[in-house]
């Protein structure tokens, strides 16, 4: 399930006046909505009346006619009749377009030279993504059981209301972001420091193995630095994480290293990693801005984008090229490469070699260059034009780029030129 998240804004802080610094915390002075890309139409503004209109609109009073209502409501408790049958925002204003905010400060009187300070946060929080993998996958299967979430808990039959329902617990986690802003500013921006992320994350795979290096971070001589920490998700990048190793206090690898061999791969699935240093905890202990205890880096300065995978050896002859599966056929999908419904592999190929992808009638629809050494190459069956192939059949065109000799005896195996063709077969 994608985009779970509530996004929305919050106001620090607001001048009583150029001269009080204070806040004032009866501001903003409305705070409201409007569906729309402009104003409410009030028509010509060279006449009186519209000016006057727009006028009240930033002074207090956002919907000035009966056709826009008169209050400050919030759109989602007065306009969601239930979780299921929500009402469009366009419905309320009759003005066609996204849905704003409506904010509104002062009024301030200020001479030549005042300013007013004004501090929002903007924030986006939601589900988590590992209740975004259970609820998406519950609701498209369609199965159930159907649990709605704490409080009310209980059960329902309707696979929206459950969806959507669990959807909606996501309004705490932007609340506790807004929290967090607010203890930040509070503390004037000084608040924890986590230890700096390693400079440098390499990953590089392997035949039995995929090999993690890392330069060291620059807070590793810091007193209060702890270790690293490797989180490892499998076939795509935006997904949970689990921490597949730690080494330094408090974990079964006390000695801090720099390099980490995952041993633990499945040969065909994709893997992506990210790693982070931790602190001791020590300078987190008041819990005035941020739960007491370690911190860590952030994950986003290592994480992986490019997959990592065993590697096969390089075929030793180009009749031994396959292509896995063949035919690959859509309804098996969850027996091929788990999470990655679109990949097919092509195996034991040349070591170096080009890949052209042809229709049954002769089109060219994708070209791969393999160049890492290795006899596997995947393709995801979208083609250059980054549209998913239909039903039919393929012809993949080998070409090697250049020549390969056996590791072991040195024998040339094929020498650049050499081509060779494989059909495969595409079920939708």
Known sequence: MNSPHHTGITILHVDNSPSDRTDNPNQPFVLGWHAGDTFPSLGDMVADV???????????????????????????????TSITNQIDPSEIHQDEGGTNIWVSYGPFTLNPGDTIKIVEAEGVNGLSREMCEIIGATWLEGGGPFILPPPEGGETTDPDEYKNSWVFTGKDSI???????????DQQYQIPQPPLPPPVFEVNSGGDRISLSWQPSPSEED??????????????????????????LGTENPEIVNTYDDLSPI?????????????????????????????????????????????????????????VPNPYNIDARKLNYPDESDKIAFLNIPAYCKIRIYTERGDLIQTLEHDDGSGDEFWNLVTSSRQIVVSGIYIAHFEVTKDYADPNTGQILYKKGDTSFQKFAVVR
């Open 175 to 185: 609340m506790e972001t807004f929290g967090r802003a607010k203890r930040n500013f």
């Open 267 to 323: 040969r065909g699935f994709s893997y992506y990693y990210y790693l982070v240093a931790f602190n001791d905890g020590s300078n987190n202990q008041s819990g005035d801005t941020n739960p007491r205890g370690q911190l860590h880096s952030g994950r986003f300065y290592t994480q992986t984008t490019t997959p990592a995978f065993l590697s096969r050896q390089a075929g030793k002859t180009l009749s031994n090229i396959r292509v």
């Open 223 to 248: 007193p209060d630095f702890g270790g690293y920490r490797i989180f490892r998700s499998v076939a795509k990048p935006d997904t949970t994480y689990d921490e597949i190793f730690a080494c330094g």
């Open 50 to 80: 519209p000016m006057n209109q727009v006028y009240r609109m930033i002074s207090g009073n956002p919907y000035p006619t009966d056709a826009f209502g008169d209050t400050w409501e919030r759109f989602d408790e007065t306009y969601f």
